[in-house]
């Protein structure tokens, strides 16, 4: 009975461990699905405005760099906010 015990403890660490491996790995997996999501959203905007894909196509993007814009001056706002606060 405690030699079996003994197995199923080691084989729980193994599984343990490759539980964790798996966890980093899916974590590295996602940061690298952002980034590519992010680099696809750049090239689509730059797309539109280096084509003449029509006016609709740099409407689209323009209000996108705008979103952009007002996305980083909330987080400047926020980061200036916070340096207040220390």
Same mark, same amino acid.
């Given at each position: 009975?405690?030699?079996? $015990?003994?197995?199923?403890e080691?084989?729980?660490?193994?599984?343990?461990?490759?539980?964790? !491996?798996? !966890?980093?790995?899916?974590?590295?997996?996602?940061?690298?699905?952002?980034?590519?999501?992010?680099?696809?959203?750049?090239?689509?905007?730059?797309?539109?405005?280096?084509?003449?894909?029509?006016?609709?196509?740099?409407?689209?993007?323009?209000a996108?760099?705008?979103?952009?814009?007002? !996305?980083i001056?909330?987080? $400047?706002?926020?980061?200036?906010?916070?340096?207040? $606060?220390?």
């Amino acid at each position: 009975m405690a030699e079996r $015990l003994s197995v199923l403890e080691i084989e729980n660490k193994k599984l343990k461990s490759r539980l964790n !491996e798996a !966890e980093v790995s899916l974590s590295l997996q996602k940061g690298k699905v952002k980034e590519l999501e992010n680099k696809n959203s750049i090239l689509k905007v730059s797309g539109s405005l280096g084509c003449g894909n029509g006016k609709q196509d740099r409407q689209k993007a323009t209000a996108v760099i705008d979103g952009l814009i007002r !996305e980083i001056d909330r987080c $400047l706002m926020l980061l200036d906010a916070e340096s207040g $606060l220390r």
